[in-house]
T-cell receptor
């Protein structure tokens, strides 16, 4: 079983829609969690950290469920510029483990 | 403020040749990492460093060596390149812990023929 698993997609979503991604992790001792965004042929960039209490940054909401070992990302009112690959990232013992990513395309 | 800079951006090697990838950061970060990214595999950690003079193995260290002689530089070496090392290599750094933001370089596209 992979340490971090994501649905690879692709998700093709009309502009303005709401889209949600989930990610599961296998190691219950994982310590911190993130969503990164990677545009085509570019480097990953931090989108947001994920906290147990849930956190929101504009149109983006992230949630962590430690009991079920999954992380979610919700994007509301999607924009064309949201088209990218979204990487679920888990930290344990000072090492970041990346999921393979979920590819999102926003359709005009 | 350049952030994280990788050199070179592209390279084609013949099997058996050696090369060094250079990563430089100007943010005074303690932690530095080397990843490779392959289709369907995601980013996999090769080696990492938690401070000047220290290195540690990641998930896929075989065939690679690293050095961190200066805090701002993290070098990745391939002693005898193999076609299986064809990949996109990313360097990253973070301030002092893995749970702070990791900043990535623009990547090095390496092809081994």
């Amino acid at each position: 079983r992979k340490e971090v698993e994501q649905d690879p997609g692709p998700f093709n979503v009309p502009e303005g829609a709401t889209v949600a991604f989930n990610c599961t992790y296998s190691n219950s001792a994982s310590q911190s969690f993130f969503w990164y965004r990677q545009d085509c042929r570019k480097e990953p960039k931090l989108l947001m950290s994920v906290y147990s209490s849930g956190n929101e940054d504009g149109r983006f909401t992230a949630q962590l469920n430690r009991a079920s070992q999954y992380i979610s990302l919700l994007i509301r009112d999607s924009k064309l510029s949201d088209s990218a690959t979204y990487l679920c990232v888990v930290n344990k013992d000072e090492k970041l483990t990346f999921g393979t990513g979920t590819r999102l395309t926003i359709i005009p | 403020n350049a952030g994280v800079t990788q050199t070179p951006k592209f390279r084609v090697l013949k099997t058996g040749q050696s090369m060094t990838l250079l990563c430089a950061q100007d943010m005074n970060h303690e932690y530095m990492y080397w990843y490779r990214q392959d289709p369907g595999m995601g980013l996999r950690l090769i080696h990492y460093s938690v401070g000047e003079g220290t290195t540690a193995k990641g998930e896929v260290p075989d065939g690679y060596n690293v050095s961190r002689l200066k805090k701002q530089n993290f070098l990745l070496g391939l002693e005898s390149a193999a076609p299986s090392q064809t990949s996109v290599y990313f360097c990253a750094s973070s301030f002092d812990r893995a749970d702070t933001e990791a900043f990535f370089g623009q990547g090095t596209r390496l092809t081994v023929v």
